[in-house]
């Protein structure tokens, strides 16, 4: 390896492999695989690092360890990770929300070997929404619109439905943003039953969550088209993984779960990001300009004005080539960045992009604007 004296000196990959985020990612794959995937990681770091020497610091190891672990998974067949770059936590119809790091392990768990249908995971996890909900019975479907089919098929049943896809446990108006009432709320509201998504404010994989009275939920769950909509085991897996993060570890909830992880940063934090990431993307080779500005921007699919709430974005005009062309190759990067255009500018509202996902951001500008 090329030591350049200018450079602070990387952690070594004995390191990074105890690292606890990479030790979780070794004791899944053999060996060979992992020297395989680990071969030429630091090298290949530190030469994209001396080529953006003065306008990058070297990133945190948590960072570093972040990028070593999904090098050592592999990388996907189909579409690899999204930075989110939109403003739009939960409900965005393009973009599936990240799970908790216990609902992954979960879901590893149970795909990595033989398992059966999940039957004890569904009993489980319908415990574990009524007792959070205070329902008196709970169904889990492959998908909120599987769940509203099975309702929607026992007719001649005068229910009251509250179809709510993002409503969760936690209202988002004690992190600052709009009322949004909780599946508890509207059960107290007088709702016979709730659907809601477990992608939307819960934070958990996306299926179809019924509760509310038994009368409507059994009738639901006894319907001929039930089997065909049942959820997997991993889907309950990491449904049971998120709702036990509820019950067990409430305060945690802003840490572990990802949704909530973004919508608790305080403001402050993306406001210090945006200035010191925005140098960084405006000395990058045709690139006119990158502003840091505070915007107001949805916070959620479908709220309209309602869920506009204060944000911080970096509005980024390039030299050669009109701001919707640079939004669609942020698109098709390897790592694909999805954002807005805005006044003929490329808006990356900083609310949805977890801080790990800085350095790839400006590196996929960089490469967006090479093409060119």
Known sequence: ???????????????????????????????????????????????????????????PVGQIA????????????????????????VGH????????????????QVASDYHGSGAQLNAACLGLLCELSGADAALVASSFDAAMALLAANKGQACSVDAA???????????????????????????HVVIADGAGLLGGPSCGIMVGKP??????????????????????AALHATLSVYKNE????????????????????WKQRAERLAPLIAAIAGM??????????????GGGDHSQTASWAIDVRPS??????????????????????????VRLDLRGVFPRWDQQLVEAIEKALSAD
């Open 66 to 89: 972040e990028r070593l672990a999904r090098r050592l998974l592999g990388e996907p067949i189909s579409a690899g990770p999204i930075i989110n770059a939109t403003g739009v936590v």
């Open 288 to 301: 006119t300009s990158a502003v840091p500005c505070e915007v107001q921007s949805a916070w959620r699919a």
């Open 1 to 59: 390896m090329k030591f350049e004296p200018h450079l602070p000196q990387l952690p070594s990959l004995g390191e990074l492999l105890e690292h606890p985020r990479v030790k979780g990612v070794v004791t899944r794959i053999n060996r060979s695989t992992l020297a395989h995937r680990a071969a030429g990681f630091l090298d290949e770091l530190r030469s994209s690092l001396v080529e953006r020497a003065g306008k990058v610091e070297i990133p």
């Open 165 to 191: 896809p993002l409503a969760g446990l936690i209202n988002p108006l004690q992190h600052g943003f709009e009322s949004f009432d909780t599946v508890n709320d509207r059960l107290e509201a007088g709702a």
């Open 320 to 345: 050669k080539i009109e701001a919707n062309t640079l939004a669609q190759r942020l698109e098709h990067q390897p790592t694909s960045v999805k954002a807005t255009v805005v006044e003929g500018a």
């Open 93 to 108: 119809p393009e973009l599936v929300p990240p799970l908790a790091d216990a609902a992954v392990h979960a879901m590893a």
């Open 250 to 269: 409430r305060e945690s909830v802003p840490y572990a779960i990802p949704v909530w992880q973004l919508l608790s940063a305080p403001p402050a934090n």
């Open 215 to 236: 009368a409507f939920v059994e009738a639901a769950a006894q319907h001929s088209l039930a089997p065909l909509v049942t959820a997997s085991s991993t889907m309950l």
